[in-house]
Structures are given as C-alpha cells and as structure tokens.
C-alpha cells in the first residue's frame, strides 16, 4: 500500500424539510455538483457526534440524528472519503452557510433531481425507498 495515500472517514445527514433535502455546494469545487452537509470525524467522536457537529458547522442548524441510511465511497488520486449518511430532522436554527459552501439547495425527494449530486451519492440515493423516507419528515 501506497504510504502517501490516506483513507478518512466521514459523516453526511440527509435533512428532510417540506419533501426536500438539503444540498450543499463547497466553495473550492470547481464543477456544480452538491453534496450532503456533514464532514470528516474528529478523533474521540461518535459518527453521530460528528453529524451534529458538523451540520452546526457549516449550516447553523442543529439536528438530530435519527437513523443510519447507507453508506458512501469517495476514491481521488491520493486520498479515499468512506462514510455514513445519517437521515437527521431539524431540533432548531435557519439555515446560515459557512465559509466553507457558497450555496445550498432543498432538493426534491425526486430522481430527476439526484444529477446535481456527487456521484457517491448519487449513486446510493436512487436506490432508497424515498416513500418510507419521507414518513419520517
């Protein structure tokens, strides 16, 4: 194995509101594609501990983890992104972007909507059950 390569692991939260989610667009990324708010977990964390902190982080709301969805895999030249995806409702606070994002989405629980999204999730979300997903909204 390649010394230089490093494997990180991270947290998304699926935010469902009105039957749509939000999506999230990074600041530094050239091409349109959003991705779930969430990040890389800190040492000593939870994954859910990790959701809450960095959804606060970079949306200014303050959510609540309530069910393990899926997993996702992100492969780039020299690093690799494994995480979970967290279904989250919101406890309190309006959405308020970090320096980190330049703009967010609520995105339909639609399949016609899921080409804005990364690939990695992307490829997982048109295979969820989005009707039982929404119950919980």
Request: proline share 1%; net charge negative.
């Amino acid at each position: 194995m390649d010394a230089e390569k490093r494997i990180f692991f991270a947290v998304k939260a699926l935010i469902l509101h009105e039957e749509k989610f939000l999506a999230l667009h990074k600041s530094i990324i050239k091409e349109d594609w959003l991705e779930l708010p969430g990040g890389r977990m800190e040492f000593g964390e939870s994954a859910e501990e990790t959701v809450i902190r960095e959804v606060f982080e970079e949306t200014g709301l303050i959510v609540k983890p309530i069910k393990l969805l899926d997993t996702w895999n992100s492969v780039h030249d020299d690093y690799q992104i494994t995480g979970v995806i967290y279904y989250c409702i919101i406890e309190s606070g309006e959405v308020r972007l970090s320096d980190e994002h330049d703009r967010c989405e609520w995105l339909k629980t639609d399949i016609s909507e899921f080409d804005k999204l990364h690939k990695a999730f992307r490829e997982k979300m048109v295979n969820w059950d989005w009707d039982n997903l929404n119950l919980y909204a």
